[in-house]
């Protein structure tokens, strides 16, 4: 797949390194921040979706406190997050706000991206604030998270993020243009990559380590990040950072390094779901249901006929046929137990028995893939050879 302009993508998660948005010394680059989010109104005129994962609340915070240059221990370093993220904020709905742009703060830690009903949830309402037209602002939950259960950087985190919410484009924005074959303050004979077709374990032995006190990350961490996003069909630039208008610059030529994604989001994120993950539960579910399955319809509480295993909101369910075979996998959207008290009942009845509205679909049909005996052989082969790419 050939690189494409920022323009041609739908859905765009841009990542901020603290050493672009904050300086040392006088703190918040203010001008730099209206300046990306200048950029960031020009791609929303376009009808893209934009979500930012901004690093900086430690690095803002630890200035605002006046808290000395050189590492932080653990309970400074939430102290200064808790500054910093109030002003982070600020600044980031302040300037967005210049283009008549909402902005909302949503604060992740590890658990919210790697356990399943956390997950789902921290995705419906990053998804919910773009479809009300705000700008998700992401960052690291750094007051509370330890070294035992946290990200630890902002690349790996803006990689789940875009994985998490179905981008096409995650741009990694840094105090560096891109990668290269060694360091290249260290070597001046670094060649500069433009495009990487796979990220093999010669590209992955081209990463370096962090490049500054600000900055948790390095090339090493981007690398990791090209593997998740990629892996997950979305295409990753790395580009400079320091210019104004950064995300300009990119559109109209300025050096970056291209990561080409394994494939489209929504065949990578379902042969994720058929192929990956081990049924917690099924259901098994009427004619009517199986024909509107193989339609491409979501799955809804009236189809069900009985609910077996022990399972939670998030989790995978195998969903059976009348052949009492198995014709697909999908994120189940209630418990077991409130799965089977609204089995067979229609959604309109869902708030009357579980005593909140909960969702129409027992599984969405973006969290559903058709695994059983109505897959095409051509839909097969996909499957099989994406998971074999996953692995």
């Known amino acids: 797949m050939p690189r494409k302009s920022l323009a041609k993508h739908r859905r765009i998660v841009i990542k901020i390194g ?19 989010c200048a950029d960031i109104a020009d791609l929303r005129a376009q009808k893209i979706d934009v979500l930012v994962v901004s690093s900086g609340a430690i690095a803002l915070g630890r200035t605002v406190l ?16 808790a500054v910093g993220q109030i002003a982070l904020a600020r600044a980031w709905s302040e300037s967005l706000s210049r283009d008549e742009i909402v902005a909302g703060q949503i604060l992740l830690t590890l658990g919210d991206t790697e356990e399943r ?11 919910q604030l773009l479809k009300l037209g705000a700008v998700p602002i992401i960052n690291e939950n750094d007051t509370v998270a330890t070294s035992e259960i946290r990200y630890g950087d902002n690349d ?14 995650l741009v990694l924005l840094s105090d560096i243009d891109g990668l290269y074959t060694a360091p290249p303050h260290l070597d001046p004979d670094a060649n500069f990559l433009d495009t990487i077709h796979s990220i093999t374990p010669e590209i992955e032995a081209m990463a370096g380590g ?53 494939g489209t989001p929504v065949t990578a994120r379902k042969t994720w779901i058929a192929g990956q993950l081990q049924p917690a539960g099924e259901l098994m579910v009427d004619e009517g249901a199986e024909q509107a399955l193989s339609g491409g319809k979501s799955l809804l509480p009236a189809g069900v006929r ?4 022990q399972f939670s909101r998030g989790d995978t369910v195998a ?7 198995e014709i697909a996998r999908g994120l189940v959207s209630y418990d077991a137990e409130e799965a089977r008290q ?12 579980l005593g909140y509205p909960g969702r129409a679909a027992m599984v969405h049909r973006d969290d559903l893939v058709m695994t059983g005996p109505n897959l095409t052989k051509t839909t097969k082969s996909k499957i099989e050879k994406g998971a074999a790419h996953a692995g």
Request: proline share 3%; glycine share 12%; with cysteine.
């Open 306 to 309: 009985t609910v077996s295993g």
């Open 210 to 262: 962090a490049a500054s006190e600000l900055s948790r990350g390095g090339m090493r961490t981007k690398i990791d990040a090209g593997k998740i996003a990629t892996g997950a069909g979305c295409a990753m630039i790395i580009a400079s950072g320091k210019p104004d208008h950064p995300l300009k610059a990119i559109e109209e030529g300025a050096r970056s390094s291209w990561f080409a994604p394994s």
């Open 319 to 325: 969903i059976i046929g009348g052949q009492g075979r």
């Open 66 to 81: 006046g808290l000395p240059a050189g590492a932080l221990k653990l309970e400074e370093s939430q102290a200064a997050a």
């Open 117 to 127: 009903r956390r997950y789902l949830n921290a995705r419906a309402t990053i998804n």
């Open 18 to 36: 603290s050493a672009l948005l904050v300086d040392r010394k006088t703190g918040l680059k203010s001008a730099w921040l209206d300046s990306v």
């Open 156 to 169: 790996r985190l803006a990689a789940r993020v875009a994985t998490m919410t179905g981008a096409d484009l």
């Open 342 to 353: 609204i089995t067979g009942r229609k959604s309109s009845e869902i708030e009357a028995i």
